[in-house]
């Protein structure tokens, strides 16, 4: 296993709209495996491929305590949203900064698992604001889109501004 280079805003190949996957083979496992190191290396709760510069349609989640729960979704779709909900997210491509973001409460998602079988996964709160951010990224979209352009501004001065001290 390896862990992956996460690419940090503002590298424009965030914005690549990933394609969706078609094989199902070891070199996939393979990916996977690197996606969940990557992301438990770096205290993440979710990634998506677009970050790791991969643009096929794969992304990885564990909002639980222990870090015990991963879930996987290849060629997520969602199939029914409902209710609102406003939660701080954080992203691995914005180290250090925060925002509150409105997504809806509930999805009901269609992928797939690593073997290409079709699963159905139901998801609310925490756990379905993640869903809907890393696929977000599959879509070249991320979460300060959602903000006003006053508070973006004022939230990426803050992240270059870190990023400079930690340099
Ligand atoms: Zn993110």
């Known amino acids: 296993m390896s862990i992956l280079t996460i690419l940090e805003f503002p590298d424009p190949r965030l914005r690549t709209v990933a394609a969706p996957v078609t094989v199902f083979d070891a070199?996939?496992?393979?990916?996977?495996a690197d996606m969940y190191e990557t992301m438990y290396a770096a205290n993440g709760v979710g990634l998506a491929a677009t970050q790791v510069n991969v643009h096929k349609r794969v992304l990885v989640a564990d909002m639980s305590e222990d870090r015990n729960?991963?879930?996987a979704l290849i060629n997520a779709e969602i199939l029914e949203k409902d209710g609102q909900q406003v939660y701080q997210e954080g992203c691995?491509?914005?180290p250090g900064i925060y925002a509150d973001v409105t997504r809806a409460l509930k999805v009901k998602v269609k992928a797939h698992d690593v073997d290409g079988n079709e699963i159905i996964v139901e998801a609310e709160g925490p756990l379905a604001v993640c869903?809907?951010?890393e696929m977000d990224h599959l879509a070249g979209k991320v979460f300060v889109d959602y903000l006003s352009p006053l508070k973006r501004g004022m939230l990426l001065k803050r992240m270059e501004k870190q990023r400079k001290a930690s340099a």
């Open 27 to 32: 070199e996939l496992k393979q990916f996977l």
């Open 69 to 71: 729960e991963p879930l």
């Open 131 to 133: 869903i809907q951010h």
């Open 92 to 94: 691995l491509s914005f």
